[in-house]
């Protein structure tokens, strides 16, 4: 019986971490479901975005405030994290405070934990009153209703449940608190206990203990249905972020082959393929649904973190239009979403009568953005909502011819005499002589 | 004005410094031809050897391929690389930042690749190289703020040309609250200078023009005439047109030395 304890800890461990596992790979074969595109030039640039970007934050600080409280929450959950190290340890083998040995330093290290487990209670704090009594207005557009809003805020009691258990942990922790090193939160939470039977102080300490390394697995597990999932997918997708100018829209290249041909006078038309090439014509242009897009819009839909940033300098979403970049890339994931559990559940996808285009983002969204890079430039985990955009309105202008009205005008135009306006060509020189 | 074109050179056995893209709203556009004739009377002044296309000018098909219709892009893409390639070209200076952007970004990929330059950029060489002088006295002290195109700006991270050139007239250069990186796009991108505008609560260059006039500017500069058109609606939009001007760079400079 005495071993109860460890094997309960390595089974709830396993069943944890397993979990994990199974959900990280459905991410990754979702992603996968994405068209092909090549992201792996220029490796030294790409290991520098990660490094700036995701690891070191630079986009964050353009805003100040919420930027630094973000650095301070995103250092303490990494660097706190090295105790759950000892905690599995001590779990596993029913030893306590394994690390101990290491004397001052491990004074140190606690010590340290201590004080960024209250910088990250403080900050977490802070983040609620931003949301729910400041009411930040990007925190408050109407995608962020219902479960998008609970997840924001289910996260910030967990972290502030989980810091507190920690000092909790420390603070009845006597024969720690005894050594009067590394307790420089705790010890003043520790004369709450004084008074309390050792008893009653020790299963205060083990509770505390046991709750919170179990809500930490409980956490990673509700990592893949949160828009917390960035804390793991920020990596990869600052690693595989366009590296191009922003203006540089990419040249679709079946287009390009198909415009040579007609531009060709040597070429014969109704000539069969060379061999090779006859799959690589496309089954459509543009994406009506999340497989046309590649795999790293998909993997950018589940990296968002929802924080609206983007939305916040949208032109189109300031001006009170249906468009908001942000809800782009969460309507993207929860197609994807649904188009993996269809998977799931038929082994296969089976036809659902549904697609991103209508049924999730509406062609007036689309037909509403200036295509002005504020959202891409705003992101700070390089997420390109207008990538998305884009391949849309690819899919509606060139499969639907399914543009307004006034741009199939400004298009036929274009065609017959050069110009978006009815212009005569010939005319084209007019204005030397006009003044 | 004297306006050669590339035509004309060629049967001369001669080939100019740069080509000057007018573009279609330079052409057609009554308001933006004047911007137009600026900047030909800043290339006389500076002595540059220039010419245009003429009628043998076509849309960049920028604004098809921002509208979704790649094929109707590439199709004009194809066709200008042949009459330029067909020309020579080695330079191509334009004042329209949307065919700025698609020359030098889209286009290699095509196969036209040339060096390109935004007007303001252009002029700024001039400058520095001491091909035209600046007499900063005409506008001094003017109350100037300048609204960065997107195309220009945030797409092809020019941000200091246009000041530049701003600051050398000796005016009172302002900056708008949202600039550089952060501007706020002036509603006519990505083809909705060809549209009406979806479904709002106010219209997008009326909101760029009050952060213009919140710097309590006596001139709106930009260097697009896309943008020219969105503010100067917004100017009216907002009935300050009689104390508020909208100007391109080009014009500025023409203005200010008389030319
Ligand atoms: S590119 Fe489109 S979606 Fe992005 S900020 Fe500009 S208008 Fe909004
Ligand atoms: S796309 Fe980027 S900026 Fe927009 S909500 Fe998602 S993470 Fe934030």
Redesign the pocket.
């Known amino acids: 019986m005495q071993y109860l304890p460890n094997i309960l800890f390595a089974i709830i461990l396993i069943v944890g971490i397993g979990f994990f596992v199974r959900n990280i790979r459905k991410i990754i074969r979702n992603i996968k479901l994405g068209k092909d595109i090549d992201r792996t030039d220029n490796k030294s640039e790409r290991w520098r975005n990660m490094a700036n970007i995701a690891l070191g934050q630079s986009k964050m600080v353009r805003r100040p405030v919420s930027g630094i409280l973000h650095i301070i929450v995103y250092l303490g959950f990494i660097i706190i994290n090295i105790e759950v190290l000892e905690i599995i340890i001590d779990g596993l083998f029913g030893t306590h405070r394994v690390l101990s040995f290491l004397g001052g330093f491990y004074s140190f290290l606690i010590g340290s934990f201590e004080v960024l487990a209250l910088l990250v209670l403080v900050s977490v704090i802070i983040f609620w009153i931003r949301r729910m009594i400041m009411r930040i207005p990007r925190f408050w557009n109407k995608e962020m209703k219902g479960f998008p809003k609970n997840d924001a805020l289910y996260i910030l009691y967990f972290e502030m449940v989980l810091m507190s258990l920690f000092l909790i942990m420390n603070a009845a922790d006597i024969h720690f608190q005894e050594l009067n090193a590394g307790n420089p939160v705790s010890q003043f939470l520790a004369p709450l206990f004084e008074g309390m039977s050792v008893t009653t102080v020790h299963l205060i300490e083990r509770s505390a203990w046991w709750i919170h390394i179990v809500g930490v697995l409980i956490f990673l597990n509700y990592l893949y249905y949160s828009k917390h999932l960035h804390i793991l997918l920020a990596f990869p997708n600052t690693f595989y972020a366009n590296l191009e100018t922003m203006g540089k829209f990419p040249n679709d290249k079946n287009v390009t082959k198909e415009v040579k041909l007609m531009m060709d006078p040597n070429v014969d038309p109704y000539a069969a393929p060379p061999e090779g090439e006859e799959d690589s014509v496309p089954e459509k242009f543009g994406a009506s649904d999340v497989t046309d897009l590649n795999w790293v819009q998909l993997m950018n839909a589940y990296t968002?973190?929802?924080?609206?940033?983007?939305?916040s300098v949208c032109p189109a979403n300031l001006t009170g239009k249906e468009l908001s970049?942000?809800n782009i890339?969460m309507k993207t994931r929860d197609r994807l979403e649904e188009v993996g559990k269809n998977i799931d559940k038929n082994g296969k996808f089976k036809d659902d009568n549904k697609q991103l285009l209508n049924d999730y983002i509406t062609p007036e969204e689309l037909w509403a953005c200036t295509t002005c890079n504020a959202?891409v430039e705003?992101?700070?985990?390089s997420?390109d909502?207008l990538s998305i955009i884009m391949e849309m309105r690819k899919y509606l202008v060139m499969e639907q011819s399914a543009a307004p009205q006034e741009l199939n005008m400004m298009m036929t135009n274009i065609e017959n005499n050069g110009a978006p306006w009815q212009y005569n060509q010939m005319d084209r020189l007019n204005w030397k002589d006009e003044e | 004005m004297n306006v050669p074109t590339m035509a004309e050179m060629m049967a001369q056995g001669k080939q100019p410094e740069i080509l000057f893209w007018v573009g279609a709203s330079g052409s057609y556009d009554d308001r933006a031809k004047k911007i137009t004739r600026a900047f030909v009377k800043i290339l006389h002044k500076a002595n540059v050897d220039f010419a245009v296309l003429g009628t043998e000018e076509s849309s960049t098909g920028d604004v098809a391929k921002r509208a979704g219709n790649e094929f109707l892009f590439q199709m004009q893409a194809m066709m200008n690389i042949e009459v330029l390639n067909g020309y020579e070209v080695k330079t191509i200076v334009t004042a329209d930042p949307h065919s700025f952007n698609t020359f030098k970004n889209e286009y290699p990929e095509l196969g036209g690749k040339y060096e390109v330059y935004h007007h303001t950029q252009f002029i700024k060489k001039l400058i520095d190289d001491g091909r035209l002088s600046i007499d900063d006295t005409v506008l001094k002290d003017r109350r100037v703020t300048y609204h960065d195109p997107c195309y220009l700006g945030r797409a092809n991270g020019e941000y200091e040309s246009p000041r530049d050139i701003i600051r050398k007239m000796g005016v009172n250069l302002l900056e708008m609250k949202r600039n550089k990186s952060t501007a706020l796009c002036c509603g006519a991108g990505g083809a909705q200078m060809f549209k009406d505008a979806e479904k709002g609560d106010k219209e997008i260059n009326v909101l760029r023009t009050e952060d213009a006039l919140k710097t309590k500017p006596q001139i709106i500069a930009t260097g697009c005439p896309y943008c020219n058109t969105m503010m100067t609606d917004g100017i009216k939009a907002t009935n300050n047109e009689a104390t508020v001007e909208v100007l391109d760079i080009a014009e500025l400079i023409a203005n200010s030395q008389n030319l």
């Open positions: 968002c973190t929802e924080c609206g940033r983007c939305t970049p942000r890339m959202c705003e992101c700070p985990i997420i909502p």
